[in-house]
């Protein structure tokens, strides 16, 4: 379906310049990689997924050229390094809201904080008390700060990460709302994990920060 709010007269751009299509990435998206016609690829998504678009894209090249042109950002397991010099007040505040802001679920969160260690104790006792305060709740009230993740897929990959998180770690903090379903999680902090553990090396995509001395 063509867009026209997004194309009109206003914006200045041709009419067939943008066209968006719905569906599910296994049709839709696997159409488009594998099309010719396609030119150049951007993909924000699961390292697997990006594999199977660089392949397909080499494979299906459009008139001409070797290749497709691909873009890939995926698998993200974003850190925050907080050291000696850090102000603390700001390190906690910027943690906290960068892994539990829209509960975790953007490419940019923070997975995993690495705090060095003469400042680890003190953080680590701030980041738990101040995310303690935050609410998670129906998203329609206006006191909540984190609502349900996005489908019941996505909850019970998080979950699973929080189980193995228990055998892996030590859970400090956790933070359910299973009275209002099983895509109510939140904010969930993991210390005590090797760096190359799963839930330290794995993206999650949910409210579950690894904080590493």
Not at 48 to 56: F, T, Y
Not at 58 to 70: C, D, F, I, Q, T
């Amino acid at each position: 379906h063509l867009v026209p709010y997004l194309t009109g007269e206003k914006s200045g751009v041709p009419h067939d310049a943008l066209a968006l299509l719905h569906g599910p990435g296994e049709t839709v998206g696997a159409a488009l990689v594998r099309d010719p016609r396609v030119a150049s690829i951007a993909f924000t998504g699961s390292k697997e997924v990006g594999q199977i678009i660089l392949r397909e894209a080499v494979m299906n090249p459009p008139e001409g050229r070797l290749s497709k042109r691909v873009i890939c950002e995926t698998g993200g397991k974003n850190a925050i390094i907080v050291d000696l010099s850090a102000d603390l007040d700001e390190a906690v505040l910027g943690v906290r809201d960068s892994a539990f802001g829209f509960s975790g679920q953007k490419c940019s969160a923070c997975s995993r904080a690495i705090v060095i260690e003469g400042a680890y104790d003190t953080f680590l006792e701030r980041l738990i008390e101040s995310t303690r305060s935050l609410v998670v709740d129906d998203p329609t009230k206006p006191g909540t700060d984190l609502g349900p993740v996005i489908d019941d897929e996505a909850a019970r990959k998080i979950r699973t990460y929080i189980e193995l998180a228990k055998s892996e770690g030590r859970i400090e903090l956790a933070m359910m709302r299973d009275d209002l379903g099983v895509r109510f999680i939140g904010p969930h902090i993991v210390t005590n994990l090797s760096p190359t553990s799963r839930v330290a090396s794995e993206e999650i995509f949910g409210p579950v920060l690894s904080v590493l001395k």
